[in-house]
């Protein structure tokens, strides 16, 4: 990579995003696109060696997973730094981005030009959000000042690794058998962890575990 040149690397599920972005980034004489693709790498090790400095993403599926690998101790934290893109203007998305580490939120009605503006800003570690998000965030650390959870609510979310392990395999659509056969366990031992998952996030369904976990985790 030349001197000076930032290491982008594009993970967007939207194909016509992913290759415009690519093809607009690619002129820039400061940033090096060194992949675009609409899955994640598995690691934070795999992202630094393709030399990525940025992650420009569509979604916040990766940074959730993340946030879970890195609690549940399965991945280090790392330097890489996350931009979203073409999100809606939905201050719960917003809030849910900060809390996974995002720096940038940029929403659906941006031009190219503020995206790149956004891109070359993340890289110099500044955060960036619409401004109508500014106050969203203001009002959301106050409210989290006054009402922190108490110790028996912290009690209650805490799951155990194998437990967190299960969240992204749920969130997936994956059967309790497939979950089983993913991590070699019994069958039976996936439901008992499942049927545990569900009380203490207090989701009704697995449907909807992977949601409410991340809502009470987040402080949503």
């Not at 990525?52 to 940074?63: E, K, M, P, R, W």
């Not at 009002?139 to 690794?161: E, W």
């Not at 997936?172 to 962890?193: D, P, S, Y």
């Amino acid at each position: 990579m030349a001197e000076n040149q930032v290491g982008v690397l594009i993970l967007c599920r939207n194909g016509l995003l992913r290759e415009s972005l690519a093809r607009i980034l690619s002129k820039k004489p400061d940033i090096r696109v060194v992949g675009v693709d609409s899955v994640a790498p598995s690691s934070a090790e795999e992202i630094a060696n393709l030399g990525a400095d940025v992650l420009v993403l569509d979604s916040l599926h990766f940074l959730l997973e993340r946030k879970l690998s890195i609690t549940s101790g399965h991945e280090e934290r790392s330097s890489f730094k996350c931009l979203l893109i073409a999100m809606e203007d939905d201050q719960r998305q917003f809030l849910a981005a900060v809390q996974c580490g995002a720096l940038g939120y940029v929403l659906q009605e941006a031009s190219a030009v503020e995206v790149l503006t956004a891109i070359r800003a993340v890289t110099q570690g500044q955060a960036v959000c619409p401004s109508s998000m500014t106050k969203v965030l203001f009002d959301f650390v106050a409210s989290r000042a006054l009402n922190r959870p108490n110790s028996r609510d912290r009690r209650q979310l805490t799951l155990t690794s194998r437990e967190q392990q299960l969240i992204p395999l749920i969130g997936q659509g994956l059967t309790n058998k497939e979950i089983a056969a993913e991590l070699q366990l019994a069958e039976q031992t996936v439901k008992n962890h499942v049927h545990r998952i569900l009380r203490k996030v207090g989701a009704e369904d697995r449907l909807s575990v992977y949601e409410a976990y991340q809502e009470r985790a987040l402080g949503l």
